[in-house]
């Protein structure tokens, strides 16, 4: 991940808000979004992986 434009994604993730607030902070998996119907992966599983574990919800705060 390096910031810029990309000539092309090597991974896209097309989810409403709720959605992707959860997957991006680890509160549900990325498969089970994908397996609901509420996120739609395209590319590099792999990258998009990474993606998820970027954003840790620090310890100290609670999770709603």
Known sequence: IRHGRARRA???IA???PTLRQVAFGRQ???DAEREGSLVLT???GLAD???RMFP???DRPTP
């Open 57 to 59: 919800v620090p310890a």
């Open 29 to 31: 998996p990325l498969a």
């Open 15 to 17: 989810a409403d808000v």
């Open 50 to 52: 990474r993606f998820t």
């Open 43 to 45: 590319g590099d599983r």
């Open 10 to 12: 090597d991974a896209s």
